[in-house]
């Protein structure tokens, strides 16, 4: 019954005992690289919040709420990766244990005779309430959903996950199977879709990448120590809840006073991507706070390669997290310095496979185990189509949260604008410092476009009067 597994007949045993014997249990293998770092971090985390989750959003109009809960049970039936547990720390390899079955908890609230204003608050408290529960990662499914009817024909749906299972890629796919299945039920017809893939087909995936040329590669990339210090302790911030608090987190959005269109131009000019302008951007920013002559932290990496059949509809987790070290010489153009940065970023997702904790190991003894706390992500998965209905039914009014471990963590969107949603650990940053990184941003991002001939050592954070007028400048459509 148990497949890939590394473990003796010993721990075999007590595993299935663990999960109530052999007729529950439909498989048993490892977990991905990602998953080994959730789970170690989840086991240490008083809070009870890491990598939880929680998606709400509006339904307007009847819907059938039987049918919509039975379309969530159906998704589980069809993915494994739902039905799947993390355990086995005290293993050699921890592993993931696939259920048969995996029942949803679906509760359903009625506050139609609420008045708004309580309504208001309630959400917000039903909302945090569900972060704080979090997970027993032994216990599939790990996610759940509360359906708040508010009106006769508007509902408030709050989704709360495990990251262990799902990634920003495939929540999309996962709601849209939700909608096709809802309408196919409402309907009284069959359900169409294609036989999913497996997640354990990924796991085996993984074991044919270059193991060799990675470590070579992460080997060098981490010879020597970076002479930069860790975003937290050069802030010498501190402010606000104690460690260990609880739910420490907070989320501030920034959009950018910038021109789409006229940042793509300039992508384009540095033959780099948006991605590239605004991790330099960062890194510019880091630099100065930090010190020394480089940076160094934390990307994510989509994990889903084009050799992988299906890559682009699959759900689980597959992103990972890498270290990202870009010098920053002051003699240095800005267009060899966007260069450079593109090269390491192309460098780094040929070797986007390999586990963080096998990159900290081969730093060697006495090697602070502790690379980065900061993590800069740019959202480029796919956007579903019609991804805000559900049939006749409008989606709306989409609210996340997602708590990471790391002090502070970027996720740069390029919409109709640029913006950035920072999550950050408000016992380490305040909010005035918080403001003021993301302002610097800004300022990269408009010192950057003032031309590629301007060396790295010639940065300088903008004032006021000079953000306007780089800004009008900038904007100026040709």
Same mark, same amino acid.
């Given at each position: 019954?148990?497949?890939?597994?590394?473990?003796?007949?010993?721990?075999?045993?007590?595993?299935?005992?663990?999960?109530?014997?052999?007729?529950?249990?439909?498989?048993?293998?490892?977990?991905?690289?990602?998953?080994?770092?959730?789970?170690?971090?989840?086991?240490?985390?008083?809070?009870?919040?890491?990598?939880?989750?929680?998606?709400?959003?509006?339904?307007?109009?009847?819907?059938?709420?039987?049918?919509?809960?039975?379309?969530?049970?159906?998704?589980?039936?069809?993915?494994?990766? !739902?039905?799947?547990?993390?355990?086995?720390?005290? !293993?050699?390899?921890?592993?993931?244990?696939?259920?048969?079955?995996?029942?949803?908890?679906?509760?359903? &609230?009625?506050?139609?005779?609420?008045?708004?204003?309580?309504?208001?608050?309630?959400?917000? +408290?039903?909302?945090?309430?569900?972060?704080?529960?979090?997970?027993?990662?032994?216990?599939?499914?790990?996610?759940?959903?509360?359906?708040?009817?508010?009106? %006769?024909?508007?509902?408030?749906?709050?989704?709360?996950?495990?990251?262990?299972?799902?990634?920003?890629?495939?929540?999309?796919?996962?709601?849209?199977?939700?909608?096709?299945?809802?309408?196919?039920?409402?309907?009284?017809?069959?359900?169409?879709? @294609?036989?999913?893939?497996?997640?354990?087909?990924?796991?085996?995936?993984?074991?044919?990448?270059?193991?060799?040329?990675?470590?070579?590669?992460?080997?060098?990339?981490?010879?020597?120590?970076?002479?930069?210090?860790?975003? *937290?302790?050069?802030?010498? %911030?501190?402010?606000?809840?104690?460690?260990?608090?609880?739910?420490?987190?907070?989320?501030?959005?920034?959009?950018?006073?910038?021109?789409?269109?006229?940042?793509?131009?300039?992508?384009?000019?540095?033959?780099?991507?948006?991605?590239?302008?605004?991790?330099?951007?960062?890194? &510019?920013?880091? +630099?100065?706070?930090?010190?020394?002559?480089?940076?160094?932290?934390?990307?994510?990496?989509?994990?889903?390669?084009?050799? !992988?059949?299906?890559?682009?509809?699959?759900?689980? !987790?597959?992103?990972?997290?890498?270290?990202?070290?870009?010098?920053?010489?002051?003699?240095?153009?800005?267009?060899?310095?966007?260069?450079?940065?593109?090269?390491?970023?192309?460098?780094?997702?040929?070797?986007?496979?390999?586990?963080?904790?096998?990159?900290?190991?081969?730093?060697?003894?006495?090697?602070?185990?502790?690379?980065?706390?900061?993590?800069?992500?740019?959202?480029?998965?796919?956007?579903?189509? %019609?991804?805000?209905?559900?049939?006749?039914?409008?989606?709306?009014?989409?609210?996340?949260?997602? &708590?990471?471990?790391?002090?502070?963590?970027?996720?740069?969107?390029?919409?109709?604008?640029?913006?950035?949603?920072?999550?950050?650990?408000?016992?380490?940053?305040?909010?005035?410092?918080?403001?003021?990184?993301?302002?610097?941003?800004?300022?990269?991002?408009?010192?950057? *476009?003032?031309?590629? @001939?301007?060396?790295?050592?010639?940065?300088?954070?903008?004032?006021?009067?000079?953000?306007?007028?780089?800004?009008?400048?900038?904007?100026?459509?040709?």
């Amino acid at each position: 019954m148990p497949s890939d597994h590394t473990f003796t007949q010993h721990d075999l045993d007590k595993l299935v005992r663990r999960f109530g014997g052999p007729s529950n249990i439909q498989d048993i293998y490892p977990l991905t690289p990602m998953q080994r770092g959730l789970l170690f971090h989840s086991a240490y985390d008083e809070s009870n919040t890491l990598y939880v989750t929680t998606i709400c959003w509006n339904v307007s109009g009847p819907l059938n709420a039987d049918h919509y809960q039975a379309a969530w049970t159906r998704v589980i039936e069809r993915h494994d990766v !739902l039905r799947t547990a993390l355990t086995g720390l005290e !293993l050699a390899s921890p592993v993931q244990v696939l259920m048969r079955s995996a029942p949803l908890s679906f509760e359903r &609230l009625d506050w139609r005779d609420m008045d708004e204003g309580a309504r208001r608050i309630r959400l917000a +408290r039903l909302e945090a309430d569900e972060r704080r529960r979090g997970f027993d990662l032994e216990k599939p499914p790990l996610m759940r959903l509360t359906l708040v009817r508010l009106g %006769d024909e508007e509902h408030r749906i709050v989704w709360t996950s495990h990251h262990a299972i799902l990634d920003g890629w495939s929540m999309p796919i996962l709601m849209q199977e939700v909608a096709d299945i809802y309408v196919a039920l409402c309907r009284g017809e069959p359900v169409a879709l @294609s036989e999913p893939p497996s997640y354990k087909d990924y796991i085996a995936w993984l074991r044919t990448y270059d193991k060799a040329g990675a470590e070579a590669y992460w080997r060098a990339v981490m010879d020597d120590p970076p002479d930069s210090r860790l975003l *937290a302790d050069a802030t010498e %911030d501190g402010a606000g809840a104690g460690p260990g608090s609880g739910d420490r987190h907070t989320e501030r959005r920034h959009t950018f006073a910038i021109d789409v269109e006229t940042l793509k131009r300039v992508a384009r000019e540095h033959r780099v991507t948006v991605n590239v302008l605004a991790m330099a951007a960062w890194s &510019l920013v880091l +630099r100065r706070l930090t010190g020394g002559t480089e940076v160094l932290f934390g990307v994510t990496a989509s994990g889903r390669s084009p050799t !992988l059949e299906s890559f682009e509809r699959r759900i689980g !987790l597959f992103v990972n997290t890498l270290p990202f070290r870009l010098p920053t010489p002051p003699d240095m153009t800005v267009s060899e310095w966007l260069a450079l940065a593109n090269s390491i970023q192309k460098d780094v997702i040929e070797h986007q496979y390999t586990p963080l904790t096998d990159i900290l190991s081969w730093r060697g003894e006495g090697a602070d185990k502790t690379l980065f706390d900061s993590i800069y992500v740019f959202e480029n998965y796919p956007v579903q189509k %019609d991804i805000d209905r559900l049939g006749d039914l409008v989606l709306r009014d989409f609210e996340g949260v997602d &708590l990471p471990h790391y002090a502070i963590n970027l996720l740069f969107i390029c919409d109709d604008s640029l913006w950035v949603r920072c999550v950050y650990d408000s016992s380490r940053f305040s909010e005035a410092s918080v403001v003021e990184i993301l302002n610097g941003i800004e300022d990269a991002l408009l010192w950057i *476009a003032c031309g590629g @001939s301007v060396v790295l050592g010639d940065y300088d954070v903008l004032g006021d009067g000079e953000r306007g007028v780089v800004l009008d400048e900038w904007n100026r459509t040709e």
